[in-house]
């Protein structure tokens, strides 16, 4: 099943159903926050918005970007973040060139649960990402790590998440960023692992 068709079923009932397994957002905004001055934010896979109005009430005076392949996601986001006004805009696309002009960098570039999905791909958006950031920018990611489980990697491989570690290594191999902060937190026991980390240009 394309992306498309999973997000035009998942979108409905997105926000009623992650919260079980998308753990460590709110914590990563928070990180941020305390450490991160923007003036210019981008989300890519924002998908229903969630993270975005986090990012408005933490960052009140930025102006905040949201990409996302799934229209249908966008929808949801899109009536979440009308009281926000032009300042949070909404872009319906792939992330596979830079969004920003020279010398209007990204401040802070978050990945919340998207790059898992994308295979292959996910360390050239790595790569456009850091062309996208402003000098002493910064990449911040929360997303899964890895498990123990095979059925449950399997699993997880069917609703188009991979489940490998190499996430982090991506990260690590990117010329010019260097890690911030790097958390590993296990989920239900140790389940599985997902990854906060923070990177800075």
């Known amino acids: 099943m394309s992306l498309g068709r999973y997000y035009r079923f998942h979108a409905h009932i997105y926000d009623t159903t992650r919260w079980a397994f998308l753990f460590g957002r709110r914590k990563l905004i928070r990180e941020v926050g305390a450490r991160i001055r923007a003036r210019r934010i981008l989300e890519v896979g924002c998908g229903t918005g969630t993270n975005l109005m986090e990012l408005a009430r933490q960052y009140p005076a930025a102006k905040i970007t949201g990409v996302d392949l799934s229209a249908d996601m966008l929808a949801k986001a899109r009536r979440k973040l009308s009281d926000h006004g032009p300042r949070v805009s909404l872009l319906h696309r792939a992330y596979d060139e830079p969004l920003s002009k020279a010398g209007e960098g990204f401040d802070l570039i978050v990945f919340s649960y998207c790059l898992s999905m994308i295979n292959p791909g996910y360390d050239k958006v790595l790569q456009v990402a850091r062309q996208d950031?402003?000098?002493?920018?910064?990449?911040?990611?929360v997303d899964f790590h890895a498990t123990g489980s095979k059925w449950f990697r399997r699993w997880m491989a069917f609703n188009h998440v991979r489940f490998d570690g190499h996430i982090l290594k991506?990260?690590?191999?990117?010329?010019?960023?260097q890690l911030d902060r790097c958390l590993l937190e296990s989920a239900y026991g140790g389940w599985w692992q997902y990854l906060l980390c923070v990177a800075r240009s």
């Open 133 to 141: 950031l402003a000098p002493g920018g910064a990449i911040a990611i």
């Open 170 to 177: 991506a990260v690590q191999d990117i010329d010019g960023l």
